[in-house]
């Protein structure tokens, strides 16, 4: 990426918390004959969450501002709900097209993500800078990706997520999420 083409990235947003350590996720790459790529993750347990409240996360997410008031550094301040999600590679998301009731994503929007994969090992080496169509947003998933015409699918982000259950009461949620980048 040359000098010209670097993002903007926001300055380094300590938040007072700690990302899931990658040791937390089942992460497998895997590559079939026509040289596709599919990235899998599979996340622990996210106690304390239900389905609803991330369908609603992602739902609103790219609209979303958050008034921090009591993070040391931030109070006061206005935050992209982007930049909640992952404070360090997360740029900015910002949703067009036909959108859901009250600006919210749906499918069919088209959604324009900018990124860092993981910034603070890489800096800008990996940038993400993509206008996605969403093709999915309901209550147990998400998908948005890519088609070139004439050639189709190009890429396609999917997570899936579903309540997990101990003695009939929810108590997390399954998370995953893969990525497949080619043609088919």
Request: aromatic share 12%; hydrophobic share 35%.
């Amino acid at each position: 990426m040359s000098q010209a083409q670097k993002f903007n990235v926001p300055r380094a947003r300590d938040f007072g918390w700690e990302l899931k350590p990658m040791s937390s996720i089942y992460y497998k790459v895997l590559r079939n004959k026509s040289n596709q790529i599919c990235v899998v993750l599979e996340h622990s347990l996210l106690r304390g969450v239900t389905t609803e409240m991330i369908y609603w996360w992602f739902k609103h997410f790219p609209k979303l501002s958050v008034k921090l008031l009591d993070i040391s550094g931030y109070e006061g301040q206005k935050v992209p709900g982007y930049l909640l999600w992952h404070p360090s590679d997360h740029v900015s998301a910002q949703l067009k097209g036909k959108l859901g009731p009250k600006g919210t994503s749906r499918a069919g929007a088209k959604i324009h993500i900018k990124e860092v994969m993981q910034y603070e090992k890489y800096e800008q080496k990996y940038p993400v800078d993509q206008e996605l169509t969403i093709y999915y947003c309901e209550k147990d998933g998400w998908c948005m990706g890519k088609s070139i015409p004439l050639i189709g699918p190009m890429m396609s982000l999917r997570i899936s997520f579903k309540d997990v259950y101990q003695e009939n009461k929810i108590i997390g949620v399954h998370y995953h999420y893969e990525v497949v980048a080619g043609s088919h």
